[in-house]
């Protein structure tokens, strides 16, 4: 995996290589095996480099001048060793064995549509230096990150944000609106990143700018679309087909020339995937997991039983509360967003354990829960609507206990309280947002915490309008399941997990994530997937469960499924907890103002409220997890006052 | 205690603990479920508070919104319960 990094200069500038350079350098952590930039007139490209194919001849940024085109590329093209022999035969001529060298043949033969042929995971800028125009693109389903702004007469684009502020003439602010929407869907909604003037191109766009053509053209080329098949096959044909894609997917994720090794975390997913690894490679596989010293996140148990079970070489990195606080602000620094869990600070652990054992590349499990609709949220809907029908029931609110046996607070409520919790009512029911407007307005009371500056900025926001004005036409003609997954797949999952806690955690060290679950075609077979084969009853990942059989223990397919969660505030602080030294200084009142970003007073009492050791909610942990990582966040990024402009 | 003393205390409390000292104009009859200040850990604190502040017992079938979803409906309960005391 690599760090890509680029400036179009429009009229008379012209990038540098020394601007270049800093944008590489900023993010050499994605690519330590090597960097290089190439200038051409207007234009600019940088790469870091993280060599995994090709070593020898996969040097970037790529330049075939007889094509007249050049590449900075981050990410792999698994299916490159296909699409290479199909442009052979069309009269190509290749110099290295790169999937780089791929894109660039295959741009030359079809243009912006060559992406439709791809399959991997991906973030790209080509200049076409005939036409003076670069084509950038991001995978389909936001992998790998992209990020551009315009500004002082440049385009500029690059893997993370950092890169963009690295340039002095980049202007630093924190956007009051990405701040807000974080608190709300616990990132900014595309195309947002968290400082104002910088965009993210959103999963499955391409864009398109010229020294002709300023503006850039950002358009989609792929998009997730729940759409029902007619003659519907048995259920076991389906069973065969996720088994045979995944499979597939998986063979074809462990092209590299360097070794693989996987996450291992016990539940079915990564078991799933490691199992296939193990079906495909004899070579010893080396496994890798968290574990916590809390038994209220710890999972050892079906770790140790999986790498058993699929003998492999399986390592652990041990997770304290107190580790947590100690790598927090890296963690800040690397997910570049405010976050409201703490979440990405094992997986920030995990990455390390897995460079310091030799390796740079793993398979994980990510994506089965949003594509074949594994997440308590989608139980819990099906719950609420259940309930809602008959909203007198005193019996059905029952099953949201059920749900979360984890959750002390949820136990403990009456029917009643459940009832108004759950928002369970005969109206709630007909909000097409209906599954997911209770988490994001436990988030949006937190709002509470900004200061009066930032909500001055806020005025006329409305965090749902906006969200709905995201939705495709169709999305309230399909069924509630489809909904809440279009609403993880397209929003959670690129704007977090699979960039605040999937990219930016591994490639802090260097190490690339591939995910076979979110190979498209196993992504469009989830999408077609009925809806009683996704959850069965209550069985989430119905389908999954009934492929995995045979692969993986009988005990891990029927396991209740455990979210992986860390703890939050309590790692920081509490009349046990040693806290960190940077805690009291970043949130001191002398420091919040400084940043104008929060209410002093309000975040005070929330610490105070933290270090008594009184019970802190869901909502209180994740308003303690964002106002620390946003203060963080704008130390980091912006210096001593969110409006410096350089 | 008469029942406003019980208003203000119980107003200081859910200021303090849900509204992190930021009191929003929230008005002793306003639903404190509506108005998004409390959720499933604020009820469990809320009894805590009411206990210990007022030296009542909760019982299980009283945690109930009719009872305590608003300032002025939980001070009414408390009074109640005082009574029975």
């Keep these: 995996m690599c760090g890509i990094a680029g400036l179009l200069g429009y009229g008379t500038n012209r990038p540098n290589y020394d601007s270049l350079l800093r944008m590489i350098v900023v993010q050499k952590h994605r690519g330590p095996d090597g960097h290089g930039v190439f200038l051409d007139g207007p234009v600019g490209l940088g790469h870091a480099r993280l060599s995994i194919i090709d070593p020898e001849g996969g040097h970037q940024p790529m330049h075939l001048p007889e094509t007249g085109l050049a590449i900075t590329f981050n990410g792999e093209i698994f299916n490159y060793i296909e699409l290479r022999e199909e442009l052979l035969a069309k009269g190509h001529k290749f110099v290295t064995r790169s999937d780089t060298e791929v894109i660039l043949h295959l741009y030359q033969e079809y243009g912006p549509t060559c992406v439709d042929q791809m399959n991997g995971q991906w973030a790209f800028a080509i200049w076409d230096s005939r036409r003076q125009s670069l084509f950038l693109s991001r995978d389909r389903a936001g992998i790998r990150p992209l990020y551009y702004t315009i500004q002082s007469g440049f385009f500029g684009f690059a893997s993370e944000a950092k890169a ?38 959103p999963p499955g766009h391409n864009l398109a700018v010229g020294l002709d053509r300023p503006k850039p053209e950002i358009r989609p080329y792929w998009q997730i679309r729940f759409e029902k098949k007619n003659g519907d096959p048995d259920d076991e044909h389906y069973f065969m087909e996720l088994k045979s894609l995944i499979a597939d997917a998986t063979r074809l994720m462990l092209r590299a020339d360097v070794p693989v090794g996987a996450y291992l975390s016990g539940g079915l997913d990564s078991s799933v995937t490691t199992a296939l690894i193990r079906k495909e490679e004899h070579a010893a596989l080396k496994t890798f997991s968290v574990t916590f010293a809390d038994p ?123 009832k108004a919790f759950f928002q369970i009512s005969q109206q709630a029911i007909l909000n097409p947002l209906f599954s997911h407007i209770p988490r994001w307005e436990l988030g949006a009371n937190n709002l509470l915490f900004l200061s009066e500056e930032v909500m001055a900025e806020l005025e006329g926001w409305d965090p749902l309008a906006k969200m709905k004005s995201l939705l495709p036409e169709e999305f309230e003609s399909w069924d509630w399941f489809s909904r809440a997954q279009y609403l993880e797949f397209t929003f959670l999952m690129p704007g977090y997990i699979l960039s605040a806690q999937g990219d930016r955690m591994a490639l802090a060290h260097g190490v690339e994530s591939r995910f076979p679950f979110l190979d498209h075609r196993v992504i469009e077979f989830g999408a077609r997937l009925p809806l009683r084969l996704r959850m069965n009853g209550l069985v989430e990942k119905y389908a999954l469960k009934r492929a995995a059989r045979g692969l993986i223990p009988e005990s891990v397919i029927k396991r209740t499924k455990q979210p992986y969660r860390a703890p939050d505030a309590a790692s920081f602080t509490g009349p046990s907890v040693i806290e960190p030294e940077y805690l009291a200084d970043v949130l001191s009142e002398e420091r919040l103002k400084a940043q104008r970003l929060f209410n002093p007073k309000a975040v005070v009492l929330l610490l105070q409220k933290a270090r008594q050791g009184r019970v802190l909610g869901v909502r209180d942990n994740m308003a303690f997890v964002g106002v620390l990582s946003s203060q963080l966040l704008a130390e980091q990024f912006l210096g001593a006052s969110r409006h410096i402009t350089n | 205690m008469t029942k406003s003393d019980i208003i203000v205390s119980l107003q200081k409390f859910v200021i303090e603990t849900f509204l992190f000292g930021q009191d929003k104009g929230l008005k002793p009859e306003e639903s404190l479920l509506k108005k998004g200040i409390i959720d499933s850990t604020g009820v469990i604190e809320l009894i805590d508070f009411i206990e210990s502040a007022f030296h009542i017992i909760v019982d299980d079938e009283e945690i109930v919104p009719e009872n305590l979803d608003s300032i002025d409906r939980a001070a009414a309960f408390v009074m109640r319960k005082r009574a029975d005391l």
Aim: hydrophobic share 40%; aromatic share 12%; charged share 25%.
């Design chain 1, 164 to 201: 963009l502020l690295s340039l002095p003439f980049i202007s630093r602010k924190i956007d009051s609106h990405a701040l807000a929407e974080t608190f709300v869907f616990w990132h900014p909604l595309p195309p947002r990143s968290i400082f104002e003037g910088i965009s993210v191109l």
């Design chain 1, 296 to 418: 209220r996140f710890d999972e050892s148990e079906y770790q140790r039983e999986v790498a058993a079970y699929l003998g492999t070489d399986h390592a652990a990195v041990n997770c304290s509360g107190g580790d947590i606080a100690r790598v927090f602000p890296n963690v800040v620094w690397h997910a570049e967003q405010p976050i409201v869990r703490t979440a990405p600070a094992p997986l920030f652990l995990l990455s390390r354990l897995v460079r310091d054992s030799g390796l740079k590349v793993v398979l994980t499990g990510e994506g089965a829960d949003e594509v074949l609709g594994g997440y308590d949220i989608f139980k819990e809907t099906k719950i609420r609507r259940f309930c809602s029908r008959y909203p007198e029931s005193n019996w059905r609110p029952l099953l949201l206990k059920r749900l979360y046996p984890y959750m002390e607070n949820i136990q403990k409520q009456s029917i009643s309280y459940l």
